[in-house]
């Protein structure tokens, strides 16, 4: 997949930790309407800092992603090396510092090796627009079993064709509450900064922050969307439709490599007091550790299911005698199955994307979330990584 | 260890699922000042229902567990059964079924066979003294790899000695933030039902309140105090530091044999602005599946317990260049460890308890709270267990 007219970019291995690409900057041809979103950690680390800063007018011209160390809890040292990190792109790229966004992912509380970091900027080719999209991609990932794009095309006003793309990484210590693990979206849509930044909250809400892999939030987390503009104004529902697009794939694509998983969970609740109560249910369903392990054995265990309904916050206009819950298009509460309709379920659940569905009988509030199985693999990985 | 003077017990198997014991009564010589509290799931079968309405009025004579089955989402049914169950239980003993409470743990959704609590309560032997602790803390298990007791002593007013004994179970679905596993506390001191709710509250707060193996909060938690009198009067802050030793006990006990777990983790947080603070930080990091597989790994990647004091709720007032963190008596951060030092620190994590200690640095609140490790052997277990 390709960069969008008007973006370039610029991929190395600058040698963070090993041989593989851990350097990347993505520019525009100038400064362009941008938003982003960004973990609300208390243990942010500077490059939240600083980025949070140079968003806020609503204009970026380039990201810069250091991968393999996330300069987390690294104190005065660490706020310095971001800014000097941040200087160097600018000045290499002829812009100014407050235009330029940075994240970091990766071991905490380590320095940047900043000797490194130095030679490479005073040497730093200009980004070009041949570099592929699968190649940021692949740069930006940590632990992630395979790189994560996603694509999508709008129709521009004057009748032609804008495209929307998006990278993101990340397979644990996600709970992005809200905001979300790395996903950066280029667009040659030409929307201003305002709307963008309504709508790309609008859809980071319902993708982003809808996806669990682990109830842990991490110091790093960052989403940011640049509208370069060069295929010209678009109508903001379809630029809308095209980012959900694009931000539903990375998210499902996010969910199903999440650390261990050999599942994609998505968990729809329905009939609930508003939006928000559904949410809520949702992620506890999700984020349950007795579901997630139910699912990743195959056991068609509503009762699990129930437990967190029951469990989660602000339910009291909930009652279990109106609840219903589904498993794909099976019901199997308030109806009890018998044990053979049960373990006919097993086969459903050995699926690689299982669907779980409760309708609260409250009201018409709706939402949807992504998550994973809980497995060995996700204890083993997370034991034997090394500080 | 043997009952406090004036209570009896009977425990029987009636084969609610296998040939182990899964019926216990346990009743004092009459009706008793008592105190309960009860999960506060909406998901709450009959059991909880019943027995939160009958323990109202603070007093008890008998409490009625049934194991293995736990008679949640069961409808009209389920209420109709634990009615009957207690009626019955409550005509064998010769009081009123509002002094019986009931209890019941293990799988959701399935009815009770009645016909054979039927029969057993046609023909049931009346309570005797002579039945052990051990033997009612054995027969109220479900999964719990061996029966937990624990026991205390306090001087009475009048000069004399009165007990204060436990049972407890619990091993899985355990984050009781408001309630609890099943828990029973006898003693044989002499109190009023008013002071026993206060003091057995404040003790469940500091202790299986402060518990989780996996945030998941069951159906059914319920832990209750019975307090027979036969010893005579003691003084109410002697018999909470006896309750908060057995509690204590019975909490460690049931954390460290949580599904699969392979260490005991206390994590303590001071320096909070107040206790609930303390007490908010001090669970996100306990039921951080990053931080407890980091423990099972003997891995010191104190960044996971940053990062989870990072993502806990209103946390604004913390600010990291103020946070301290140790593991057992070593500071881990802000003073940053060479990898020599952390790999030293891996011995310490190898032990059956593992201490971790963050100060926040705002105020003097602190809390401690209890977990386990995530293994594989969780994942194991959890992915197996039938519906």
């Known amino acids: ?9 610029h991929v190395a291995n600058i040698g963070i930790k090993d041989a593989t690409d851990d350097f990347v900057v993505v520019a525009a041809d100038r400064p362009v309407p941008a938003a982003a979103v960004f973990t609300r950690s208390r243990f942010a680390g500077p490059s939240v800092e600083l980025s949070r800063a140079h968003a806020a007018d ?9 991968s393999k160390n996330a300069n987390v809890a690294t104190g005065e040292q660490g706020r310095s090396d971001a800014t000097e990190l941040v200087a160097g792109v600018a000045g290499s790229l002829g ?9 970091s992912t990766g071991v905490i509380g380590r320095p940047y090796p900043m000797d490194r970091i130095r030679s490479h900027l005073a040497a730093m080719p200009a980004p070009t627009g041949d570099v592929t999209l699968d190649r940021v991609a692949e740069a930006i990932t940590t632990t992630d079993t395979h790189p994560k794009t996603a694509g999508a095309r709008l129709r521009t006003l004057d009748g032609g064709e804008a495209t929307v793309v998006g990278v993101a990484k990340g397979v644990g210590m996600i709970e992005p509450d809200m905001a979300t693990m790395l996903a950066f979206v280029l667009t040659d849509a030409e929307v201003d900064a305002a709307t963008l930044d309504t709508e790309f909250r609008w859809v980071v809400d319902r993708t982003f922050n809808s996806l669990s892999v682990d109830t842990d939030t991490s110091t790093s987390d960052t989403a940011a969307v640049l509208a370069g503009g060069a295929a010209g104004p678009v109508d903001p529902a379809d630029l809308r439709r095209a980012m959900l697009e694009v931000c539903t794939d990375l998210t499902r694509q996010l969910a199903a490599d999440g650390e261990g998983a050999e599942t994609l969970l998505v ?12 949410r809520r249910v949702a992620k506890s369903i999700v984020n349950s550790p007795l579901v997630k392990t139910a699912v990743h054995g195959a056991d068609p265990n509503w009762g699990r299911v129930a437990m967190a309904v029951g469990k989660a916050d602000d339910v009291d206009d909930v009652h279990p005698d109106r609840v219903r819950i589904t498993f794909g298009d099976t019901e199997v509460y308030p109806t009890l199955l018998d044990d053979a309709a049960l373990a006919g ?4 659940l050995r699926l690689d994307e299982v669907r779980i569905g ?20 996700y204890v083993r990985i997370n034991a034997d990584y090394t500080t």
């Open 1 to 9: 997949m390709d960069l969008p007219a008007g973006f370039s970019a």
């Open 58 to 66: 609503g204009t970026l011209q380039a990201v810069v992603v250091v």
């Open 95 to 103: 812009c100014r510092p407050e235009d330029v966004l940075v994240a």
């Open 267 to 278: 968990v729809t609740v329905d009939g609930a007091r508003d939006d928000e109560q559904a």
């Open 345 to 348: 379920l097993e086969s459903y």
């Open 358 to 377: 409760v309708e609260l009988g409250v009201g018409s509030g709706a939402w949807t979330v992504y998550g994973c199985d809980l497995t060995d693999g």
